[in-house]
């Protein structure tokens, strides 16, 4: 279950990359949330589509919540993660992943939901001083990202592999599998998130 791993690491993740955005007591709060929560109802995935819209295309017109920012930014990381973004300035864009991410944890699921807090708190900061932000804080935005990316992690299996393959290694074996004609659930699973990702513009 994601409610039992160890996702402290996370938090540390997110401290390293937000800069002066966000707080490790911020980023911690956002998983002890996200992890007090059901994740087995899933997302809606035209609403995380509308949400990623908005942030990134749309450079949030119209007005943004706390929820939006969390939700497109824990999308975009999927994003760069699948992209195969592992080197880059590290803004609210751009998945970047280090050694030290690693060493965050004992799996790389630590780095994506991190490197998903942390582009949230830069996304907020960005869009309030814009004053595009209309409605919720700074803190359900990081909390937001965090619920979401443990979702996709649920959605793509969930637990880390023997090898500490965590979601990328989920991921990969899913399209592996579709290549094969093969894969269980979790694979089914992993494949929507990439067919997700696919429909971002």
Same mark, same amino acid.
Request: aromatic share 4%; glycine share 20%; net charge negative.
């Given at each position: 279950?994601?409610?039992?791993?160890?996702?402290?690491?996370?938090?540390?993740?997110?401290?390293?990359?937000?800069?002066?955005?966000?707080?490790?007591?911020?980023?911690?709060?956002?998983?002890?949330?996200? #992890?007090? #929560?059901?994740?087995?109802?899933?997302?809606?995935?035209?609403?995380?589509?509308?949400?990623?819209?908005?942030?990134?295309?749309?450079?949030?017109?119209?007005?943004?919540?706390?929820?939006?920012?969390?939700?497109? &930014?824990?999308?975009?990381?999927?994003?760069?993660?699948?992209?195969?973004?592992?080197?880059?300035?590290?803004?609210?864009?751009?998945?970047?992943?280090?050694?030290?991410?690693?060493?965050?944890?004992?799996?790389?699921?630590?780095?994506?939901?991190?490197? &998903?807090?942390?582009? &949230?708190?830069?996304?907020?900061?960005?869009?309030?001083?814009?004053?595009?932000?209309?409605?919720?804080?700074?803190?359900?935005?990081?909390?937001? &990202?965090?619920?979401?990316?443990?979702?996709?992690?649920?959605?793509?299996?969930?637990?880390?592999?023997?090898?500490?393959?965590?979601?990328?290694?989920?991921?990969?074996?899913?399209?592996?599998?579709?290549?094969?004609?093969?894969?269980?659930?979790?694979?089914?699973?992993? #494949?929507?998130?990439?067919?997700?990702?696919?429909?971002?513009?």
């Amino acid at each position: 279950m994601l409610g039992s791993q160890d996702y402290s690491g996370a938090a540390d993740v997110a401290s390293r990359h937000a800069g002066d955005s966000g707080d490790q007591g911020m980023f911690n709060h956002a998983i002890q949330h996200a #992890q007090s #929560q059901d994740h087995s109802g899933g997302y809606n995935e035209q609403d995380a589509i509308d949400a990623h819209q908005q942030v990134y295309q749309q450079g949030g017109s119209g007005g943004l919540s706390g929820s939006t920012i969390g939700t497109a &930014a824990a999308l975009q990381t999927l994003k760069g993660f699948l992209s195969g973004g592992g080197s880059g300035t590290h803004s609210p864009t751009p998945f970047c992943m280090d050694t030290a991410d690693f060493a965050a944890g004992q799996n790389n699921n630590n780095a994506f939901i991190g490197q &998903a807090m942390s582009a &949230a708190a830069q996304l907020f900061d960005q869009h309030n001083a814009q004053g595009n932000v209309q409605q919720g804080t700074k803190q359900e935005a990081i909390s937001s &990202a965090a619920s979401m990316a443990m979702k996709f992690l649920k959605q793509s299996g969930g637990n880390v592999g023997s090898g500490g393959s965590g979601i990328a290694g989920m991921l990969m074996n899913a399209a592996g599998g579709a290549l094969g004609g093969q894969g269980g659930q979790g694979g089914q699973g992993a #494949q929507q998130l990439m067919g997700l990702v696919g429909k971002l513009m």
